[in-house]
Each structure stands twice: as structure tokens, then as C-alpha cells.
């Protein structure tokens, strides 16, 4: 059978081709975003409860309302939006499922989105697969800033969404109050969409503030905020993700999502549901993982890696300039197979595979984990 794809240019994630090549050499996988710590064993009995308690069948299309409520009051507590949990807010399978609703809900044949770079690697494949065309503005190397002319350059009569990132995988880098400033002005006489990726909210470091597009009126009217319980709980493996929108794109997006999964998970909602109670979780997460950033800066001090500036996410970048001029794919294969450290090359993040000389390593693992790997980099 010959298949026409729809995907021509789209290969396997580097996500799963990393963390096989970690497995197959049995190194230290700092690749793949995800915690090698324990899920905390309150939110473990809640699961366990809500499954033997028969809360086992199709939650409702938006999600379980307990925890529409939870997260409306959360937005409305951190960043002062109201979303109504009856229309305004959608349970998801992972933020991976609310990116594929809200760009299909939205993005018509020609239309264009602007993405900055390096960006997540699931955005442009879901823009391609609905007949958009994607627009690239770069973060300015090394520090990752955005220059704002550059979108206002790109900015055309067929823009219909920008996508945003902030803590921004993988870079570190996050928005400023001045960001948000510049991106109203640009598209104060627009009718271009948003769709903010706030998954990293809760991991934000040195005392800055997340500048959620929640918090923005002028923004919320046109903006899908998406998030995800993964990052926040150490449950990457639980999938479960969450849109914000007011009504009209709510409705929209909601038309995709209920014939994409139709609901999520039931017994994980529940349980998460009850244990956003204890607000201090997500509260703290910032202090836990600010203290793995700087415990992980602290072992590789010595190294010739040289650390750029990471200021949320739970990624570290390194520049290896110093160690060699191969290809950033390249180096972290061979930093896989023959030192026994996993990481991402962030290259894959570009069209035009941009390559800096530096790579991305995950600090969302234990003490042990970090110092072996840190003793293993240490000697390159
Ligand atoms: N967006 C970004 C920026 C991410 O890093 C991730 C992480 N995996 C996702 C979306 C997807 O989140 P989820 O695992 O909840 O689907
Ligand atoms: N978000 C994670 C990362 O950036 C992994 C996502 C995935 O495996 N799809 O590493």
C-alpha cells in the first residue's frame, strides 16, 4: 500500500529517540523531561481511593467539576482571572492534547502561527497537519530574549495565532512584565489568537513572577492558556493537562477535544482535585526545584560545560564549545554512548536546525542521579 503522509518531514521525537539510546547504554538519562522521584504518597492513597470508591467510568466531557473548581480558584488566587468552570475551563489528556484542540480548533488552510525558537516540538506538526503555515521568530542567543520588532515584522493579514512559552522548554528562559507589555501593543488592533503553554508555571526561580496571560484581560479575551498537572505533581505518566479560554473559544475548542478523547482519566481527577487543596504543593515547587538547579549549577562548576542562564523549567542548557565542535546531535549521542549522560540537543527545536553548541539537561532527579552525572561530566 502506498500512503501519501500527511507528515513527510516529521521523523520519531527526539524525546523517545534519546531516552531509548539512554536505556540501550544504560546511561544517566537527563534527556526526557521527566522526575526519577516518588509521586508524594498522599496524592497515591487519593488515586487508590477514588478507583476502589467506583470512580472508575467516562468523566464528564470538560472534566470532573471538583477540579474545574479547584483550578478556577487557583487562577483566581495566583494571577487574578476569572474563568467559569462551567464554560470557561477543559480537562485534558496532558497539555499535549489541549495544544492539538485548541491549533485545531482554530487554524484554518493558509492561515499562518507564529512560533518562537527553539519551540516544544509538538506545536508545528499539529499546525501542518490542519493546513497552517508556521512563521519563526528566534530568541536572541545566549541570553533568549524575544525582540519584539522581529514579530511585528512577521505579522501579516493571515496571522491567526502566536504560540507562547513561558518558563520556555528548553531554554530557561521566561517572560518579563515588559514582554507582555510589547506583545498587547502589537496586537492591540489584531484579531490574531493566543495560545500561552504554561506547563512550567509552578517552576520559576530567583524570585521572578510568571507572567501568565490569565493575568491580562486585554489578553484573556483572546487566549488559550494551557497547563499541565504533569510537571506540577512529578506525574508526567498520568497525562492529565487543562485549557483556560473565555466562552466563544472555549466552545470551539471543546467541539475538537470531544471527539479527540471525549474526557480524561476519572479516578486521577478526583484525586487531584483534593490534593490542590493543599495549595503549599505547588507553592513551594519553585523553592524544591531552584534548589535542584543550583545543587546541579554547583556539581558541574568545575566542568567545561558552561551553564546559560536558567531561569525556569526544570532544564538546564550547557554550552560545550569548550569540549568540541561537533553537531549538537552529534555530541549528545556520543556523550550518550561513551560517557553515560543523556540530554536533548536542541537543535530539533529549530526549522533551520540552529545549532549553538550547547545541549539541554534535565535537573528534575534525585541527588544521587544529578551527582553521578555531574561526576561523569566532570571528567569530559
Ligand atoms: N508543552 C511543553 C513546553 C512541555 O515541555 C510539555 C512536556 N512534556 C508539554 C507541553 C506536554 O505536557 P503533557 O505531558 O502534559 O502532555
Ligand atoms: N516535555 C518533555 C521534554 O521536553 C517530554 C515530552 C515528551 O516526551 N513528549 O522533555
Redesign the pocket.
Known amino acids: 500500500m502506498q500512503i501519501q503522509s500527511k507528515l513527510p518531514d516529521v521523523g520519531v521525537t527526539i524525546f523517545t529517540i534519546m531516552s531509548k539510546l539512554a536505556n540501550d547504554h544504560n546511561a544517566i538519562n537527563l534527556s526526557q ?1 521527566f522526575p526519577d522521584f516518588d509521586v508524594h504518597p498522599d496524592l497515591l492513597a487519593l488515586v487508590d481511593k477514588f478507583m476502589r470508591s467506583g470512580h472508575n467510568q467516562y468523566a464528564p466531557m470538560q472534566g470532573v467539576q471538583a477540579l474545574r473548581e479547584r483550578i478556577a480558584e487557583k487562577v483566581r488566587d495566583l494571577y487574578h482571572a476569572d474563568y467559569d468552570p462551567e464554560s470557561e475551563i477543559t480537562l485534558t ?5 489541549a ?1 492539538f484542540a485548541a491549533i485545531s480548533a482554530v487554524v484554518h488552510r493558509g492561515d499562518e502561527v507564529i512560533i518562537l525558537e527553539p519551540a ?1 516540538d ?1 506545536y508545528v506538526p499539529v499546525i501542518k497537519l490542519n493546513g497552517g503555515i508556521p512563521v519563526y521568530v528566534e530568541y536572541k542567543f545566549p541570553d533568549y530574549r524575544i525582540d519584539w520588532n522581529d514579530v511585528r515584522k512577521v505579522l501579516s493579514s493571515k496571522t491567526r495565532l502566536i504560540i507562547l ?1 513561558s518558563p ?2 528548553p531554554t530557561g528562559a521566561v517572560f518579563t512584565d515588559t514582554d507582555i507589555s510589547e506583545l498587547k501593543t502589537i496586537l492591540q488592533d489584531t484579531d490574531v489568537l493566543i495560545l500561552s ?1 504554561e ?2 508555571e509552578h517552576i520559576i526561580f530567583d524570585g521572578l513572577r510568571h507572567e501568565s496571560v490569565s493575568r491580562h484581560p486585554e489578553l484573556v479575551e483572546r487566549s488559550f492558556v ?1 497547563s ?4 506540577t505533581y512529578h506525574t ?1 505518566g498520568w ?3 487543562y485549557c483556560l479560554a473565555p466562552v466563544p473559544l472555549s466552545k470551539e475548542f471543546q467541539r475538537v477535544h470531544q471527539f479527540l478523547t471525549f474526557a480524561s482519566n476519572t479516578p486521577i481527577q478526583y484525586a487531584y482535585a483534593q490534593f490542590m487543596k493543599n495549595k503549599d504543593i505547588y507553592l513551594n515547587l519553585s523553592a524544591f526545584y531552584q534548589q535542584k538547579r543550583d545543587k546541579f549549577l554547583s556539581l558541574i562548576k568545575n566542568s567545561r560545560f558552561k551553564a546559560l542562564p536558567c531561569r525556569g ?1 526544570y532544564f538546564q542548557m550547557l554550552d560545550y564549545s569548550a569540549i568540541s565542535d561537533e553537531s549538537d546531535v552529534a555530541f549528545s549521542k556520543r556523550l550518550t554512548i561513551e560517557n553515560g549522560v543523556a540530554s536533548i540537543p536542541p537543535s530539533v527545536f529549530y526549522h533551520g536546525q540552529v545549532d549553538h553548541k550547547v545541549l539541554r539537561f534535565c535537573f528534575a532527579k534525585k541527588d544521587e542521579t544529578l551527582e553521578k552525572a555531574a561526576e561523569r561530566l566532570c571528567k569530559i
Request: net charge neutral; glycine share 16%; hydrophobic share 30%.
Open positions: 523531561g489528556s496532558g497539555a499535549t492534547e495544544l516544544f509538538s512559552n520556555n522548554n503553554d506547563v512550567y494551557i499541565s498537572f504533569g510537571k508526567t497525562k492529565i493537562g523549567t
